[in-house]
């Protein structure tokens, strides 16, 4: 499958069906698998051989479709979560404990920034964020002794700020420690930060890889590079003896392809059990088999409405990388040289209220926690996703009180402005 191009990928990676078995991907949806002898067994609790004992730890089908997304980025290796909030805290806490420290940028999804600030720093994780648009000399300042791993959005959520992740690569290796990408909104039928030096690169699926909808669902990818042994003292996970695997060294039996994936899935599944269901892991499928269809449109109704919406008397701004006055327009266009998605946030020149107003009288474009969906819907982030931030937080987060963000699907665009016309024109 390497060579191919994604689009391929999104249809035919992952899961090859031998002579007389399934077209498409079979759905295990069984906890439990079967063994001869308890010696057999005892070889898969051991890692002596793989295979699967238990859904918790490993499912056929939902490996099926980790393979295809770790193919998809550019990976070696790949696991599925229940949610986005459960991948991004495994990638983090794989590498990550009591004592630790982590860098992250300030503009990131709601959900991971009162993970990282309030939840890890409950378990004595410590973080410092940094700007998006920090230099080199700032984000170096970020760095501690402790500091394990860098992070950030490859377009955030929902402040669609553009990662310079060349820049964030060099100086999280620069400190010898992982960069974490959260690659959500251009899936990487767009980007694949893998190929501009990030090391793990997660997901929320819910969003455009599922893309109707259907199921809550996270990945991690490992690009398989870091060299865990190399800095060791700051790894002792991956580095040091499991003892509660008879002493085996996750960076040594696995190496650098498989080690972070294996102990994410060994110690981090089997003890906090954040899976998906086999059902819902195969409604991904689904969705990843016109990913690639799909995020063409997306963009193409992203652009056209962000373009509608800047010209038009009311609006006060409008975010989006592909509008040639963005901040981040020459960086997306590096980045993002097939567009980026089809979120596109504003700000009404009345307000909150005027932002009431607008929202109310959408009629294609609904009110809904969700974002990167088929179909089209919208958002006050500071009255939804973000209202535990104060309105000094959602400013740093890039996020102010006023900001709608939507999410424009793949429906025909004449259609979506002409809707979005009519509820400008009902604000007073
Ligand atoms: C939605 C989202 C998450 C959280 O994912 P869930 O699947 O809702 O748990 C994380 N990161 C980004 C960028 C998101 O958009």
Redesign the pocket.
Known sequence: MKNYHIGTKCVQAGYTPKNGEPRQVPIIQSTTFKYDTSEEMGKLFDLEASGYFYTRLQNPTNDYVAAKIAALEGGSAAMLTS??????FFALFNICECGDHIVASSS??G??YNLIAVTMKKMGIDVTFVSPDADEAELNAAFQENTKAMFG?TI??PALTVLDIELFARVAHAHNVPLIV?N??PTPVNCRPIEWGADIV??????YMDGHGAA???AIVDAGRFDWMAHADKFPGLCTPDDSYHGIIYAEKFGKEGAFITKCTVQLMRDLGSIPSPNSAFLLNLGLESLHVRMPKHVENGQAVAEFLEAHPKVAYVNYPGLASSKYHERAKKYLPKGGCGVVSFGLKGGREAASTFMKNLKLGAIETH??DARTCCLNPATSTHRQLTDEQLIEAGVPAELIRISLGIEDKEDLIADIANALDSIE
Do not use: P
Not at 83 to 88: I, K, P, R
């Open positions: 949610s986005g909030q459960a991948a991004n990131i999804y959900g991971t959005e955030a959520n959260d959500t909104f997660t997901h929320s699926t819910t969003k809550v669902g996270g974002v990167a």
